[in-house]
């Protein structure tokens, strides 16, 4: 199975401000990586797909790099609807799965 | 608009069975894999099944092998999880998730239900 391992656990930063969220995973998942965006009481939103493919109506913003076993969603200027808990998976393999999560706060 | 709603869920003794519903409308639902991703309260998400548009593949996480069956009727625009042998920690709110893309999958999820909760408790 392959691990995935989100960094760091919660970001608290100024509207307006820079976020790099991390996503280490413990093999190669060859580019196959998303990231989702999860508000309070709500289901995950795909952000991200295949490093770096903005999904349908994701703000630009939200910008995806990364390769082998390092990926990074970066945040470019926080706007306060962006807060929520951010999770990368990835698809190289079964079993799929999520990584722990970054949640994002604004100050 | 595409649009997946659960149901089914709700308290359950350990032990005992459940059967998850969703409905999806607003897409060519026959095209699509389907998935299920659970959370347990205050944690993160758990991806557990996939079944194929046209259920030939099918597969799931360990934590839920051979106690849970997923399966689909595209004729009603539906997908199920049969759950058995429920345990405490099956507890969560559980999501179905439809593939990003129709007719060849690429195993990310861009359309979620509502989610739906299971408590396994006595």
């Known amino acids: 199975e392959i691990v995935l391992t989100q960094s760091p656990a919660n970001l608290s930063l100024s509207p307006g401000e820079s976020a790099t969220l991390s996503c280490r995973a413990s093999?190669?998942?060859?580019?196959?990586l998303a990231w989702y965006q999860q508000k309070p009481g709500q289901a995950p939103r795909l952000v991200i797909h295949e490093t770096s493919n903005r999904a349908t109506g994701i703000p630009a913003r939200f910008s995806g790099r990364g390769s082998g076993t390092d990926y990074t969603l970066t945040i470019s200027s926080l706007e306060p609807e962006d807060i929520g808990v951010y999770y990368c998976?990835?698809?190289?393999?079964?079993?799929?799965?999520f990584g722990g999560g970054t949640k994002v706060e604004i100050k | 608009e595409a649009q997946l709603v659960e149901s089914g869920g709700g308290l359950v003794q350990p032990g005992g069975s459940l059967r998850l519903s969703c409905a999806a409308s607003?897409?060519?639902?026959?095209?699509?894999?389907m998935n299920w991703v659970r959370q347990a309260p205050g944690k993160g998400l758990e991806w557990i099944s996939y079944?194929?548009?046209?259920?030939?593949?099918?597969f799931y996480a360990d934590s839920v092998k051979g106690r849970f069956t997923v399966s689909r009727d595209n004729a009603k625009n539906s997908v199920y999880l049969q759950m058995n042998s429920l345990r405490d920690e099956d507890t969560a709110v559980y999501y179905c998730?439809?593939?990003?893309?129709?007719?060849?999958?690429?195993?990310?999820?861009?359309?979620w239900g509502q989610g739906i909760l299971v408590t396994v408790s006595s």
């Open positions: 607003g897409f060519a639902f026959s095209t699509y894999s």
């Open positions: 998976q990835h698809r190289a393999d079964w079993p799929l799965t």
């Open positions: 093999q190669s998942v060859s580019g196959y």
């Open positions: 998730a439809r593939d990003r893309r129709g007719g060849w999958p690429d195993n990310f999820f861009d359309c």
């Open positions: 079944i194929s548009s046209g259920s030939s593949s099918i």
